[in-house]
Structures are given as C-alpha cells and as structure tokens.
C-alpha cells in the first residue's frame, strides 16, 4: 500500500541503482545513514522523541483513514509485518512472525505461510490461519461497508485454509498474483476485520489487540501525543528502547523543537529551512540517503475537471523544474531532476520518463486550453460564460503547500487560469479534503516501495465501488487492465514493461503531476544510533534504536 505523507516530501518502486537525482553530493548518498551501531552496545533504556505531523486517524491500516505515514509508523511499533523491507527496497520475510514462505504452485497460484509458533496477539491467542483468513475476506473489496483503502492482491484470492497446523497457512489464488510477498503486512487479528463496523471504526481510537516489540502506553488526542512503552510479553529480541513518545509537532517549529529537546528528529523533507537550521544545532547531525519519496499534485476529476484533456493542458503549463529548484535550493547541486514516472523513481532500473504527453510547454498549454474552448476573456480564461477557477486545497501551517501553490498560482496566470487557494487545518487535511475528494489539485507525498503495480492499484485504479486511495476519482478502463495484467504477470521483465505502459496511461489521464523526489536527510542527534536516514526500509528497526551514551 502507498503512504502518503502532507506535502513534505502509498508502494512501488524497483531496487536502486546509482541515482541521477540531482541531490547536493550525490557520489556521497548511501542507501542508509542511520549511524550503524550493534544493538549490545547501546545504553539500555530511554525514551525516544519523535515527531509527526499528525496523530493517527485510524489504527487500522487497511482503513481509508489509516493510510497516513505518520500514523504507519506508529502502528508499525505495536503490529506485526511478517515482510520487512530492507535500505535496498529487497524484501525479506520477519522471522519475529514468520519462519517460511513459499510459492509451491503457479497454476493454481499457491502459497503456504509458516508462522512462528511463539507469535501471540496481546490477549495470549496464537497468530493462526484464521487471522489471514479475515484480513483476504476483509480486503477483497467484495466485503460490503468495508472502508478498504487497498484490495491488490487480497481481491485475488480464492480460499485460505489451514495447514497441518492452525500456524501452517495455504492461501490458493483464483487469479495469478505476482506480487504477493506485499500482503499481509501488517497483519491484524481476526476481531479487527471480523465486521464492517470493528473494520472502519473499531480502532479509531487505538488498537484492540496488539503483537509487537511495543504496546501503546498513552493516546492523548488533546495534548497531541502517543506514547508506546517496551512490551515485556513480546518473544524477540529486546528493545533498547524504554519508551517512543510521538508527539505532533507544525513543521515551522521543528527546528526550535528539536533545539530544545523536546524531539530527537525531524525529516528535512523540502525544507530548504529546516536544512539550513539544523547545521547550528548542538549535538545534532544531518544524515541522508537515498530515498523512495516523491512529491506531486494530484488533480480531482470533479465539474470541468471531468475532462482528462483539461487535466493534462493545466499539467503543460506547470514548471515542475523551477518548482524543485524554487523548493530543494542550496539541497541539490546543478540541475534538480524531476520526476517522470508514476509507478518507478529515480534510481530505479526500470525508471522511464514518461511525462511527454504532459510536459511543461506553456505555448502548448495555451493551444490546449483554446482548443476545449476554455478562451481568454481578459485576465482569464472563461468557456459558456463560465471563468476557469481551479481550487488548489493546501494544509496549514506547512509552508512548502505553501510555496508550492503561490508558484501554481502564478504558473497557472501564465496560461489564463485562475487558482484559488484554500488553506485548512491540517489535522482536517486529509480526513476532511483528500480523502473524501474535496479538491481540484492537491498536493502531498507518496512513499514508494518494492511493489510497483500492486501496491499503486489503489491510487490508480478507478472503481465506483471503492474509492481506495483514488482521491481524485481519476482513471479509465486502460488503466484498470494494465494493473491486472501487471500484477498478474511472474515475469520481472515483461511486469517492468506492462509497468511503463501503465504509466504512460496514468499521464494520458491526467491523473497526478509527479515534481521531485525528496532529497532524503533527516536531522538528528549525533547519539541517536540505527535510526535517521533509513532509505527504502520499512518499517524502522525498532528493536535496534537506541542511544550510544
């Protein structure tokens, strides 16, 4: 599933290669800069003080509302991912929870889970087949009143049984699904996804059971503030950790949070700022690596909107270049790259750009615009006696919405059209405007991962039934066959090229405007070890941080 993240910078893309990014000392950027230390040799104990841009809206991840980074990573500290994502977007099973998992057939697709026998939810229940057998039903997107913010995969399934043991897992595919080390991670216990009711609501508040190296101490909604503690029933290895405190923290006051010990990090993102202020901060390095990040606009298909070549003629006369360089400045060197492709980032071996069709040209965007008969009536354009207002909806207090829609605004004067900004609160931000498709443009971050079609048919896949993460409501019945076609197909080579096709389709749509994939650094105490600039793991070592003196 793709994470998306409010304008600082959801899952898919291939395992680096020597990036062509852009970024201030390239030759220098790891795949991680985390401070690598062993674990035995770290002070045992303390409390960790991290920040986030938001509480968790839902501690159901699979729920429409529970998408948001910040909230994953909380969910992460206290819930199982049987797969975990390495630096290098290679994937490999968590022995934690599970001991062995196998393709045994392609025709039927089979595949067979071995679990760890010691892995037990908080109320003392052995993880058992039952638990993938609700979470395959819950996520089929065949669940009436399901709130499903991604069905790839799960929609695919034709039965899951059990083993020689309630720990031995059998899950039979009705339809070839080549990505499917993605599924099940996380996994929640059978009661979460028993109802539609347990499912959309049930963990609104926090969770109801729990199987990590964590367990949630504090929820404290009006203070802003989640705290997990050491979990003395969990069966791996100890976390150094005593305690993580979450704490919501504005962007603008990161800086001076951090200055004063109130957190222990922060994600530069693309804040040109928060880069520059963190140098004159005691005891505080600046790490960085290569990361899966990418920041975009994406378009809503609602009133003259509903047109795709409307989308893709506003998308011509946005300079996504001068947007990268206007926001990333003294953090890259030379020319700052944008991002051309929707499904694989930069640094990828199946990169490809295909922005063509959408390129900045402002003479073609003109053109374009006369064409649909949206024509200069003065200042702006106007069509039926009707003017061409675009509504950009932007969080509050994050200056680079900001910055990005004050360019958009006068980008957008360019080629005739007006853009109204509206700036909300951003704890309403998604929830309140992207979710529910309350927006012309928007803009925020999708963090990619390891699955490029998968984990992106939520995004991209237009169905009236389940929004998933399809905020825009923006698509076609192309796109739709080429992500069953790509998630369908076990050949790496052939599933890369069906993958560009894909993404050719999502530019002819009119569908999102990728602008730059983040810089990747991260400020954070000198002490702090196996933490920072984590590149494309997922989720953080949470076992393994902790401090050096």
């Not at 052995?126 to 669940?143: M, P």
């Not at 804040?271 to 140098?279: E, G, K, P, Y």
């Not at 990361?291 to 998308?315: E, I, K, N, Q």
């Amino acid at each position: 599933m793709a994470l998306a993240t409010a304008a600082l910078v959801l899952t898919a893309c291939g395992g680096p290669a020597a990036p062509t990014t852009g970024l201030k000392n390239t030759d220098d950027v790891q795949l991680e800069d985390v401070n690598r230390t062993d674990p035995g040799k770290l002070r045992d104990g303390g409390e960790l003080r991290w920040p986030v841009s938001q509480l968790a809206d839902n501690w159901n991840n699979f729920e429409l509302s529970g998408t948001h980074v910040d909230g994953y990573r909380m969910i992460s500290t206290v819930m199982p991912s049987l797969f975990v994502q390495k630096a290098d977007a290679t994937v490999a099973t968590n022995p934690d929870y599970l001991l062995d998992a196998k393709l045994v057939s392609s025709s039927p697709q089979v595949v067979t889970y071995r679990l760890n026998p010691r892995a037990r939810w908080s109320d003392g229940r052995a993880f058992s087949w039952e638990d993938f057998a609700a979470q395959a039903t819950a996520l089929s997107g065949r669940a009436a009143g399901y709130r499903v913010a991604l069905t790839a995969g799960y929609e695919d399934i034709a039965e899951v049984e059990r083993g020689e043991s309630d720990q031995d897992v059998k899950v039979t595919f009705a339809r070839t699904y080549a990505e499917w080390r993605g599924l099940f991670s996380p996994l929640y216990p059978k009661q979460a996804m028993a109802s539609a009711e347990a499912f959309n609501t049930g963990w609104r508040d926090g969770p109801k059971l729990t199987a990590g190296p964590f367990k949630v101490g504090t929820v404290d909604p009006t203070a802003r503030f989640v705290t997990v503690v050491r979990d003395d029933a969990w069966w791996g290895a100890r976390p150094k950790l005593d305690k993580i405190t979450f704490r919501q923290v504005d962007k603008p006051a990161l800086a001076e949070a951090l200055a004063n010990g109130a957190i222990d990090l922060y994600e530069v993102g693309s804040s040109i700022d928060l880069f520059t202020r963190a140098q004159s901060i005691p005891g505080v390095v600046t790490r960085q690596a290569l990361t899966p990040d990418y920041l975009h606009l994406t378009f809503g298909s609602a009133g003259a909107l509903a047109d795709p070549r409307l989308r893709v003629a506003l998308m011509r006369g946005v300079d996504t270049r001068n947007i990268t360089k206007a926001l990333l400045g003294k953090m890259v060197r030379d020319e700052a790259h944008v991002v051309g492709n929707h499904l694989y980032l930069l640094g990828s071996p199946h990169y490809a750009d295909n922005s063509a069709v959408a390129s900045f040209d402002v003479e073609a965007a003109r053109r374009e615009l006369d064409a649909l008969g949206w024509r200069l009536n003065g200042e702006y354009r106007a069509k039926d006696g009707a003017e061409l207002t675009v509504r950009f909806v932007g969080p509050t207090p994050n200056p680079v919405s900001d910055q990005v829609s004050k360019l958009l605004q006068s980008q957008f004067k360019t080629i005739g059209v007006q853009l109204s900004i509206e700036a909300v609160p951003a704890t309403e931000y998604f929830k309140g405007y992207v979710n529910v498709g309350n927006f012309d443009i928007t803009c925020f971050g999708w963090k990619k991962g390891p699955y490029p079609i998968s984990s992106s048919k939520g995004i991209y896949d237009l169905d009236p039934a389940n929004v998933n993460q399809n905020y825009g409501r923006v698509g076609n019945d192309t796109i739709n066959r080429l992500i069953r076609e790509g998630t369908a197909e076990l050949d790496d080579a052939k599933r890369a090229d069906l993958a560009n096709r894909l993404d050719q389709e999502i530019w002819r749509a009119g569908h999102q405007l990728p602008l730059y994939q983040l810089p990747g650094a991260v400020a954070i105490r000198s002490t702090l070890a196996n933490a920072g600039a984590i590149g494309a793991a997922s989720p953080p070592e949470w076992v393994s941080i902790g401090f050096t003196g």
